[in-house]
């Protein structure tokens, strides 16, 4: 395990290599210029190429060259980890306040240039995006997924959204959903949002809980419109968030660790995007740990990791549709700087953030002290990134890590035949 990043003890870093060259592509123009793009050592430096012109902006955003770059140069870096205060509560008049932690990036300029060029503080995006006449009079971050972030703005029925690529700064706004299914304007709807990061398409699903029922659509920026999805009967009190993405699923936390009187019990409301079928689960572990869904094909896909007493566990279906526990990891034994910062700055409690691509993004703090310091570990391997977070402030909201990915800009459908048929 390394010393914590952001301020730790400095190594000497090597050279990034170049990626291996993929098989030549036997043409000219476009498919030649695409075969150069492909040998680029990662994803921050085709961003910056399709920056360059139209042309290379196009050949850059070609499904199918994304796609062979992907699978050449292996997951997306990341760029640091989105913080923010908790949501709003009811008569609040100003959102959350949010902060980013940029990872450090070992010697690569390029993305610490990316990470500190994005609109991560939403500067730009409200000063195109100017609204007003909302109580809380600004634009509220609701999710990520794939490089962009949901935003929203306006009260229940008067609510819009907006996906935004705070890197390549555009924009693609979506109303709320009108369809019959959601016939409770007053109730609050919850989102998640699910980006294919091999093309610029992406989908919203929103769902609200109403007497004991979650009513749902799904948004499709290639139709450019809202679809219901089934109803699904879930138990009360539900205290549910926005959604997250883990992999195939997307999943909405029932949160009642924030009711002190009901019952201890948690739920999770977990959507399969593939097959658009819902899945109530009750999980294994006392409401007050914290969890994620996570989608593990080595577990047999829908799983969850938890953390208890600074102990990593993942829990897997078993034979019977119970759950059981695969995995533990105890963080204290295994890395001795985890133990040294829980003896000498009070770092107790683990909050898992996230699993992707076999890593566990978590974040170590304390109750007692507004900084915190924030983990990878790559679950195969046992290696552990430790990445401090120097804040003076408390951020105990929502938080996500942010990758670095790159796809064409977010364009309506008809702006995409319009540039179609202008052979841009």
């Given at each position: 395990?390394?010393?914590?990043?952001?301020?730790?003890v400095r190594?000497?870093?090597?050279?990034?290599?170049?990626?291996?060259?993929?098989?030549?592509?036997a043409?000219t123009?476009?498919?030649?210029?695409?075969d150069?793009?492909?040998?680029?050592?990662e994803?921050?430096?085709?961003a910056?190429a399709a920056?360059?012109?139209?042309?290379?902006?196009?050949?850059a955003?070609?499904p199918?060259?994304?796609r062979?770059?992907?699978?050449?140069?292996?997951p997306?870096?990341?760029?640091?980890?989105?913080?923010?205060?908790?949501?709003?509560?009811?008569?609040?008049?100003?959102?959350p306040?949010?902060l980013?932690?940029?990872?450090p990036?070992?010697?690569?300029p390029?993305?610490?240039?990316?990470?500190a060029?994005?609109?991560?503080?939403?500067?730009?995006?409200?000063?195109?995006?100017?609204?007003?006449?909302?109580?809380?009079?600004?634009?509220?971050?609701?999710?990520?997924?794939?490089?962009r972030l949901?935003?929203?703005?306006?009260?229940i029925?008067?609510?819009?959204?907006?996906?935004?690529?705070?890197?390549?700064?555009?924009?693609?706004l979506?109303?709320?959903?009108?369809?019959?299914?959601?016939?409770?304007?007053?109730?609050?709807?919850?989102?998640?949002?699910?980006?294919?990061?091999?093309?610029?398409?992406?989908?919203?699903?929103?769902?609200?809980?109403?007497?004991g029922?979650?009513r749902?659509?799904?948004?499709?920026?290639r139709?450019?419109?809202?679809?219901?999805?089934?109803?699904?009967?879930?138990?009360?009190?539900?205290?549910?968030?926005?959604?997250?993405r883990a992999?195939?699923?997307?999943?909405?936390?029932?949160?009642?660790?924030?009711?002190?009187?009901?019952?201890?019990v948690?739920?999770?409301?977990?959507?399969?995007?593939?097959?658009?079928?819902?899945?109530?689960?009750?999980?294994?572990?006392?409401?007050?740990?914290?969890y994620?869904?996570?989608d593990?094909?080595?577990h047999?896909?829908?799983?969850?990791?938890?953390?208890?007493?600074?102990?990593?566990?993942i829990?897997?279906r078993?034979?019977?549709?119970?759950?059981?526990?695969?995995?533990?990891?105890?963080l204290?034994?295994q890395?001795?700087?985890?133990?040294?910062?829980?003896?000498?700055?009070?770092?107790?409690?683990?909050?898992?953030?996230?699993?992707?691509?076999g890593y566990?993004?978590?974040e170590?703090?304390?109750?007692?002290?507004?900084?915190?310091?924030?983990?990878?570990?790559?679950?195969?391997?046992?290696?552990?990134?430790?990445?401090?977070?120097?804040?003076?402030?408390k951020?105990?909201?929502p938080?996500?890590?942010f990758?670095?990915t790159?796809?064409?800009?977010?364009?309506?459908?008809?702006?995409?035949?319009?540039r179609?048929?202008?052979?841009?």
């Amino acid at each position: 395990m390394e010393p914590p990043e952001g301020g730790g003890v400095r190594k000497k870093t090597k050279g990034v290599a170049a990626a291996p060259a993929p098989p030549a592509v036997a043409s000219t123009g476009d498919d030649v210029l695409g075969d150069i793009f492909l040998r680029l050592p990662e994803t921050a430096t085709l961003a910056r190429a399709a920056l360059a012109c139209k042309r290379w902006r196009r050949v850059a955003s070609d499904p199918a060259l994304l796609r062979r770059f992907h699978s050449l140069h292996g997951p997306p870096p990341l760029l640091g980890f989105i913080m923010s205060e908790p949501p709003p509560r009811a008569f609040a008049v100003r959102g959350p306040d949010r902060l980013f932690v940029p990872a450090p990036t070992r010697g690569n300029p390029h993305h610490r240039a990316a990470a500190a060029a994005a609109d991560f503080d939403l500067e730009d995006f409200a000063a195109m995006n100017p609204r007003s006449g909302s109580v809380i009079d600004e634009w509220l971050l609701r999710g990520y997924d794939g490089g962009r972030l949901l935003l929203s703005y306006g009260f229940i029925e008067y609510e819009q959204l907006a996906v935004y690529d705070p890197i390549a700064r555009t924009t693609y706004l979506v109303c709320r959903p009108d369809i019959m299914e959601f016939d409770f304007e007053f109730v609050k709807i919850h989102y998640a949002l699910l980006a294919d990061e091999a093309d610029a398409s992406f989908r919203i699903v929103g769902a609200q809980f109403w007497n004991g029922r979650v009513r749902a659509a799904v948004f499709s920026s290639r139709t450019d419109d809202w679809a219901p999805l089934p109803f699904l009967r879930a138990p009360e009190p539900w205290r549910m968030l926005d959604g997250m993405r883990a992999g195939r699923f997307a999943y909405w936390q029932s949160n009642t660790r924030l009711q002190c009187w009901c019952e201890d019990v948690e739920r999770s409301l977990v959507l399969d995007t593939t097959t658009m079928e819902w899945t109530l689960i009750q999980v294994p572990f006392p409401k007050k740990e914290s969890y994620c869904v996570a989608d593990m094909a080595e577990h047999g896909g829908l799983c969850l990791v938890a953390s208890k007493e600074q102990v990593v566990q993942i829990w897997a279906r078993d034979d019977n549709g119970g759950w059981v526990i695969k995995k533990q990891v105890s963080l204290l034994k295994q890395f001795g700087l985890l133990k040294k910062l829980r003896q000498d700055e009070w770092m107790k409690r683990v909050r898992v953030l996230a699993v992707k691509d076999g890593y566990v993004y978590m974040e170590f703090w304390s109750i007692r002290k507004p900084h915190s310091y924030l983990l990878v570990l790559h679950l195969e391997t046992m290696n552990l990134r430790v990445i401090a977070n120097h804040t003076t402030e408390k951020y105990r909201g929502p938080a996500f890590p942010f990758f670095m990915t790159w796809a064409p800009p977010l364009l309506s459908p008809a702006d995409q035949e319009e540039r179609l048929l202008q052979g841009d």
